[in-house]
């Protein structure tokens, strides 16, 4: 099994800047995919970005240019730099792990973030 544990979140000001981080620990294949999903008060769990083995990311429009996902292979963690938040990116942010083709995925527990105005 594969573990997973954010770390990061918190309450800032709109145009403020937070950086999260993931840890996995456990059996990780190496050719998985990471990445950040959030959800908010009644609404359904989104995609925020994605990152390869490789290091090809791709990202939701709603923060192109404004988030910046990374990973460290060496340490098993995966990040999100998020920069000029706006209120509307209040959620919980989860971290998930995924081989692409197989059932394999883990969630991690979230991280709340709040942004206010």
């Known amino acids: 099994q594969v573990q997973l544990v954010e770390s990061g979140g918190g309450v800032v000001q709109a145009g403020e800047s937070l950086k999260l981080s993931c840890a996995a620990s456990?059996?990780?294949?190496?050719?998985?995919?990471m990445g950040w999903y959030r959800q908010a008060p009644g609404k359904q769990r989104e995609l925020v970005a994605g990152?390869?083995?490789?290091?090809?990311?791709n990202y939701a429009d709603f923060v192109k240019g404004r988030f910046t996902i990374s990973r460290d292979n060496a340490k098993n963690m995966v990040y999100l730099q998020m920069s000029s938040l706006k209120p509307e990116d209040t959620a919980v942010y989860y971290c998930k792990i995924w081989v692409p083709g197989t059932n394999y995925e883990a969630w991690g527990q979230g991280t709340q973030v709040t942004v206010s105005s």
């Open positions: 456990g059996s990780i294949f190496s050719r998985n995919s």
């Open positions: 990152i390869t083995s490789t290091g090809s990311t």
